[in-house]
Nanobody, 125 residues
Framework: VQLQASGGGLVQAGGSLGLSCAAS????????MGWYRQAPGKERELVAT???????KYADSVKGRFAISRDNDKKTVYLQMNSLKPEDTAVYYC????????????????????WGQGTQVTVSS
């Protein structure tokens, strides 16, 4: 089960970045998709999630600055990050919950979670 994240990079404080994460073709159903982040020396924390119906949740620290969206047809989730702060610096991981995918034998398999490979976001002051 694969999630491929892209985007991220280096930006100055106050700037913007966008992330995207696409589910592999083997995934044929996914409920909630979202983003988590992990800063050095800290635990991974939720940033934002969005379910298949479009209902979104945000961490208090990013409300009003970040926007999550998804394209169900493309099985892709996006994160638009505005007004970035140095404390937003972290590795960002995309996540999918309640995933159905085809294994190598083309049999349907259910998975509770799937994770992307992580992408670095660095915000300079």
């Amino acid at each position: 089960v694969q999630l491929q994240a892209s985007g991220g990079g280096l930006v100055q404080a106050g700037g913007s970045l966008g992330l995207s994460c696409a589910a592999s073709r083997s995934i044929f159903r996914v409920d909630t998709m979202g983003w988590y982040r992990q800063a050095p020396g800290k635990e991974r924390e939720l940033v934002a999630t969005i379910n298949s119906g479009g209902s979104a949740k945000y961490a208090d620290s990013v409300k009003g600055r970040f926007a999550i969206s998804r394209d169900n047809d493309k099985k892709t989730v996006y994160l638009q990050m505005n007004s970035l702060k140095p404390e937003d610096t972290a590795v960002y991981y995309c996540n999918a919950e309640d995933v159905m995918f085809y294994n190598d034998d083309y049999a349907p398999v259910a998975a509770r979670y799937a994770w992307g490979q992580g992408t670095q976001v660095t915000v300079s002051s």
